[in-house]
């Protein structure tokens, strides 16, 4: 079996003393893809901030982030980027943010290429040019003169995709990567991410606070609540039976094409301020099902049958869930 393109292990941000993310184990094996899922402020991005090296001063990191099998915490950036080098690139939430925009688009994907490839001169601008037709920019060899705020809002999408795949990466972290599109768009820039990877086999994590998008292109997924994971597992599974009222919760909201229409049921509340956590279950406030044991103390994930994780004391019935062979060894010693 090939190792794990990336390990993480109780990884914990703080910001100025305030934890926002508590312990997140996750692996990305090579050539999956992977969802996370939760609404705004559960600690999604900063999970991957953290695992790159790419948060502020002011955040301390705590925790394993192994990529590859060596370690990547506490490492000098130099380190760091030679551990990382090309293998993993970031697609940021906000596309203006990370094209420069003084520089012409050609010129930068052509940047990307020198550091990550080697590769300068006319073969530099011919693989540009490559990459832009692939990600479907129109006239691209034209268009490589272009300023970024000469693109539309989903073609800077792509030029960004563009970028990420300059260093032919084994991951692609997208984050949110369609937010700020129109459906239609969003939609080409989905198939676009799966073509990608049935093209060139890199494993793709999948960041948004849409499960429907999500399952279009993720065989598994990990729902994200307040810097937790709550629930984890293959999408199918999770679709069938969704066993944290959180993440019920986030189906109930998007509409279903199978089955009886049904009304959408948005989640009353809000994502609690990091500063100011309810104890036990975070998400027990808002929580339909909760007793006086979830404000206890924070439920664990705990693995269940069919690559399902849960942390909750009162979940949603599904079917009767099969111990684990780990639960049975347990219970026999
Ligand atoms: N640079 C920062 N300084 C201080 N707090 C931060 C910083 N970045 C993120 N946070 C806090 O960390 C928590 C998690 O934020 P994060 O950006 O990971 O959320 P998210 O799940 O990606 O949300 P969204 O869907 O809105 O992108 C939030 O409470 C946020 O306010
Ligand atoms: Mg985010």
Redesign the pocket.
């Known amino acids: 079996m090939r190792p794990n393109l990336v390990e993480l292990r109780g990884l914990t941000?703080a910001?100025?003393g305030?934890p926002?993310?508590h312990g997140i184990d996750l692996d990305v094996a090579p050539g999956e893809a992977l969802g996370l899922v939760?609404?705004?402020?559960?600690?999604?991005?900063?999970?991957w901030?953290a695992a790159l090296g790419l948060?502020?001063g002011?955040?301390t990191v705590t925790g394993s982030v192994k990529v590859v099998g060596r370690e990547m915490l506490g490492r000098p950036r130099p380190v760091l980027e030679g551990i990382r080098g090309g293998r993993i690139a970031m697609i940021f939430?906000d596309p203006s943010s990370s094209l420069n925009p003084v520089l012409k688009v050609g010129r930068q994907i052509v940047e990307a290429l020198r550091l990550h490839r080697g590769l300068v001169g006319q073969a530099a601008k011919a693989e540009a040019i490559r990459l832009l037709d692939l990600v479907g920019i129109p006239d691209a060899s034209r268009r490589f003169d272009i300023f970024p705020h000469e693109f539309s809002g989903g073609q800077s999408q792509r030029v960004m995709i563009a970028m990420a795949l300059a260093g032919q990466p084994d991951l692609l972290i997208a984050?949110?990567p369609t937010t700020a599109l129109d459906a239609t768009i969003q939609a080409q820039i989905l198939d676009l991410l799966a073509a990608l990877r049935a093209e060139t086999g890199m494993a793709t994590v999948f960041?948004s606070?849409d499960l429907g998008a999500v399952s279009q292109v993720c065989e598994r997924v990990c729902v994200?609540y307040s810097?937790r994971i709550v629930e984890a597992g293959p999408i199918d599974t999770l679709f069938e039976a969704p066993r944290h009222p959180y993440t019920r919760g986030l189906f109930d909201a998007i509409p279903r094409l199978d089955g009886p229409r049904a009304r959408l049921i948005p989640i009353p509340g809000t994502v609690p301020?990091?500063k100011d956590m309810p104890s036990g279950c975070a998400f027990s406030p808002r929580c339909a099902r909760s007793s006086d044991a979830c404000n206890e103390s924070v439920p664990a994930l705990v693995a269940q049958a069919e690559g399902r994780s849960l942390a909750c004391r009162n979940p949603v019935p599904g079917q009767p869930v099969k111990p684990t062979r780990q639960k049975l060894l347990e219970a026999v010693l």
């Not at 939760?38 to 999970?47: D, F, I, R």
């Open positions: 941000v910001f100025d305030t926002v993310l939760g609404e705004s402020g559960c600690g999604k991005s900063v999970t901030l948060l502020p002011k955040a939430q984050d949110e960041i606070h994200m810097g301020n990091p």
